[in-house]
């Protein structure tokens, strides 16, 4: 597996200090042989571990891993940023009814998807009724009759016996039923096609004129592997979607569909269907498809027990630092901003601190966003000046303001922030934060 051949390739890169483009290249080499292993369209994979390898090189070198395991790490962020991020929530219209036009290849599961979708909504509140807008093959209204069914949900079909009917029409008749029968979301499904295939992308473009949905859901079969570039591309050009549908997860597929029509389309993918009954539906989880896709489990677990191990150790020693009496410098105000940033919060740190009350306003006047200017400041220092900050005269300071890309304001304010936070800790030292409340010592 990747997680084994990356293991043999790490142990070749342990103990450098940093990032050469040796080890990177090596690093992706193994990458872009698994993702083409799982079925990633060729042109993607060359545009993925190009951005990796760009991001890979101009990383700044991580003191918890080794250069291995930062790249599998900028591959995980990468793979998980492409396939969506966070889960993507179906759109709702401020005034019902709500339309999900389902589109793709016949084949590709939108029936029984529109089923599932319907048995799923159901069971979040809502009132779902499905329309046969496939009137190409003879028994699709019957096969989404029989999903209705199994769903609970009403059909809203043509007159048996009407001939091919004009879909269209179905389609817009069915805004007025939902209207008047107070049915809360329209989940039109559409008819498939074989290829790609003219007529019918243009009969698909029309139903979605008519009944302008809220979501387009492109439906695609995660089998289909290399071809999935082509089709979602002829898709999105001849139709448009909102969000992507992947189906058939319970196959064997590891799933390269997923990342060729999520870095192509930009769209993001909502749902997963994953066998032929009705609860075989799951909202779309990023992360669990990056981790399907490249098989790297074992090695992300070690990265995140390798960060968690360096960032106690950090806060350890920040936090002897403290308590022994010795002055925070400016090294560790870097640490601390570092630790808020990886926190994302620094409400949520608030929370952690001793004594954290009474220091509420300050740190709430605190621009989350200026961690990055501060970062850029302190570095532009020299290590002497960061121990001891009383040395940084008006000529240091332009010098550190010109380094950082910033003004010498702002590195006075910087400073005065600095003079704040040293003191806060001189506070925090004294009001006994890890000795229990005090006046509690005999
Ligand atoms: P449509 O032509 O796009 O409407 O596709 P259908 O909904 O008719 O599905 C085509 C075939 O794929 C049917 O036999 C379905 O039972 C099957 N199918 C659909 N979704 C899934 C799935 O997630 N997993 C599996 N194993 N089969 C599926
Ligand atoms: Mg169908």
Avoid: C
Avoid at 293 to 301: K, P
Wanted: hydrophobic letters at 40%; aromatic letters at 4%; charged letters at 25%.
């Amino acid at each position: 597996s990747l997680s084994e051949r990356l293991t043999t390739t790490f142990k070749n890169l342990r103990g450098k200090g940093r990032l050469s483009e040796a080890d990177v290249d090596q690093t992706i080499r193994e990458i872009r042989r698994a993702l083409l292993d799982a079925d990633v369209a060729l042109p993607v994979v060359r545009t993925f571990t190009g951005k990796v390898r760009e991001r890979a090189l101009s990383a700044e070198v991580s003191e918890a891993l080794n250069p291995g395991q930062q790249v599998v790490k900028i591959v995980n962020d990468e793979l998980v940023g492409i396939l969506g991020g966070q889960t993507r929530r179906l759109n709702f219209a401020k005034r019902p009814p709500t339309v999900i036009m389902l589109a793709g290849l016949q084949g590709a599961g939108k029936t029984t998807l529109a089923g599932k979708l319907a048995h799923w909504l159901k069971s979040e509140g809502h009132r779902p009724m499905l329309v046969a807008a496939d009137l190409q093959r003879p028994n699709a209204v019957n096969q989404l009759q029989v999903v209705g069914e199994r769903a609970g949900a009403f059909v809203y079909a043509p007159e048996p016996g009407n001939g091919v009917g004009d879909t269209v029409q179905v389609a817009t008749d069915s805004m007025d039923v939902a209207r008047s029968k107070l049915y809360d979301v329209v989940i039109v499904d559409t008819a498939g096609r074989l290829g790609i295939d003219e007529v019918l992308m243009q009969q698909a473009a029309d139903i979605r004129a008519a009944v302008e949905p809220d979501e387009v859901l492109f439906v695609i079969d995660a089998m289909i592997g290399q071809d999935a570039v082509v089709t979602a591309e002829a898709f999105l050009e001849g139709v448009d979607f909102t969000g992507v549908v992947l189906t058939k997860l319970d196959g064997d597929s590891r799933g390269g569909a997923a990342l060729s029509v999520a870095q192509v389309t930009g769209r993001p993918i909502m749902f997963a269907s994953t066998g032929e009954g009705m609860k075989d539906f799951e909202q779309f989880h990023p992360d669990r498809m990056a981790d399907r896709i490249l098989d790297m489990g074992d090695i992300l677990t070690l990265i995140e027990q390798a960060e968690k191990t360096f960032d106690q150790k950090e806060t350890e020693k920040l936090a002897k630092k403290v308590e022994s009496g010795e002055d925070f410098d400016l090294d560790d105000f870097l640490t601390q901003m570092a630790a808020i940033k990886k926190m994302g919060s620094l409400k949520k740190m608030l929370g952690m601190l001793p004594n954290a009350a009474q220091f509420r306003e300050q740190l709430e006047a605190f621009d989350e966003r200026e961690i990055d200017r501060v970062e850029a400041i302190v570095r532009s220092m020299t290590p002497q000046e960061r121990a001891n900050p009383r040395i940084l005269n008006g000529s240091r300071r332009a010098r550190i303001a010109k380094g950082s890309g910033s003004t010498v304001t702002q590195v006075n304010q910087l400073m005065e922030r600095f003079a704040q936070a040293q003191k806060m800790m001189r506070q925090m030292r004294k009001g006994g934060g890890r000795g229990g409340p005090a006046g509690a010592m005999p």
